[in-house]
């Protein structure tokens, strides 16, 4: 069965310091992936596409086929970055069929 | 400003009450979503539309019944409110899987 695991609710880290957010996936086919973050009561953003291998706001997530794995890494933090951060799956290749498969989410605490 | 919308923005009701929520997409996308966020922040979606046409239907109660009057238009109707519907609704949008959402109804039913 499709699923995407993220095992921490909450990751707290001081400014500065760097971040590693986990996201493990269960997927037959070839996994299409990505990271959303929703900052405090907004809407969910895109923040990564594994397809586009972008960088923005200095995250970066490498697809691990072997560990089923996208990990979202920045190397130094900032308190902006204070969010809470899904990782999805997505179930179909961009047709209509394509639906999202949320994992639980990590609630990212930067502190000062 | 091009963006997913969806009206309205808060939404407090009774058990038992009828209530819709709109959600209009300015995008050209051609599939529409909704997603159901839980008070434990679980994302769960709902409802697919392409075209205005059904095409994912997550064994949600039929008290929910989407409907899409045109391809830019996805709304939900919810029947006989219950206390459990409580939750925060957010509308999305796709072109390519790539899904915009918007900024999400906080229904609450006391």
């Known amino acids: 069965a499709q699923r995407v695991t993220q095992p921490e609710k909450l990751l707290s880290v001081f400014k500065g310091a760097p971040v590693e957010l986990k996201c493990n996936y269960s997927y037959s086919g070839s996994p299409e992936l990505f990271w959303y973050v929703q900052y405090s009561r907004q809407r969910l953003q895109l923040l990564l596409r594994h397809i586009s291998r972008e960088s923005i706001k200095g995250f970066t997530a490498d697809l691990n086929k072997g560990e089923t794995s996208f990990h979202l890494k920045k190397p130094f933090a900032q308190e902006e970055d204070s969010a809470m951060y899904y990782c999805a799956l997505g179930d179909g290749y961009g047709g209509a069929t394509n639906k999202l498969i949320f994992g639980t989410g990590t609630l990212l605490a930067v502190q000062p | 400003d091009t963006a997913v919308s969806q009206t309205p923005k808060y939404l407090v009701t009774q058990m038992g009450n009828d209530k819709s929520i709109k959600c209009e997409q300015n995008l050209g996308h051609d599939t529409m979503y909704w997603y159901k966020q839980d008070s434990k922040k679980f994302l769960k979606i709902m409802f697919s539309?392409?075209?205005?046409?059904?095409?994912i239907n997550e064994t949600v109660p039929n008290r929910f019944s989407p409907k899409s009057p045109d391809k830019a238009h996805l709304n939900l109707h919810i029947n006989s409110l219950e206390l459990g519907d409580s939750a925060v609704y957010f509308c999305?949008?796709?072109?390519?899987?790539?899904?915009?959402f918007g900024p999400g109804t906080r229904l609450l039913v006391l």
């Open positions: 539309y392409n075209n205005k046409e059904l095409i």
């Open positions: 999305a949008s796709s072109p390519d899987g790539t899904q915009y």
